[in-house]
């Protein structure tokens, strides 16, 4: 994640850990862009949009063990075993907003390869952030 202020790597570190434990909380397993670039955040006229970004979701025993693996409430919430409904994204985003205005994040940038999300290696999953540009208010 490239930063364009001077905040700090432990102010990065909390923003991805807190993104990280809000994406396990709905079950969402990665978040890239749909083409050559995404968009998730207020843009410069202070409007929060989402724009081409295609959302995975985890199949529901990901799901639980993720949770597990963060020590978060066995999940309630996501699409958990069903396709995921435009509803689903929306809780995410809105979410998103949130975790945004409380650590001062203005948006995310995906570029064409963007992975924002949990990549299998091996036996481990990791909690991977690439291609992406964070802008900080």
Known sequence: MRQ?????DDHQT????ALKQLMVAHGLGSVRARGDSG???????GKFET??????????????AAAQALGLPAPQIG?????ARPQDMERFVRATGQLFDEYGVMNLEFTREALLGF???GHTVDFVVEGITLTLR
Do not use: V
Request: hydrophobic residues 35%.
């Open 119 to 121: 990549r299998k290696t």
């Open 39 to 45: 968009f998730l955040g207020l843009t410069p006229a």
């Open 79 to 83: 699409p958990s075993g069903r396709s």
């Open 14 to 17: 909390q923003f991805a850990n």
């Open 4 to 8: 364009q202020d001077s905040r700090t």
């Open 51 to 64: 724009t081409d970004l295609a959302f995975k979701f985890m199949a529901p025993d990901e799901h639980l």
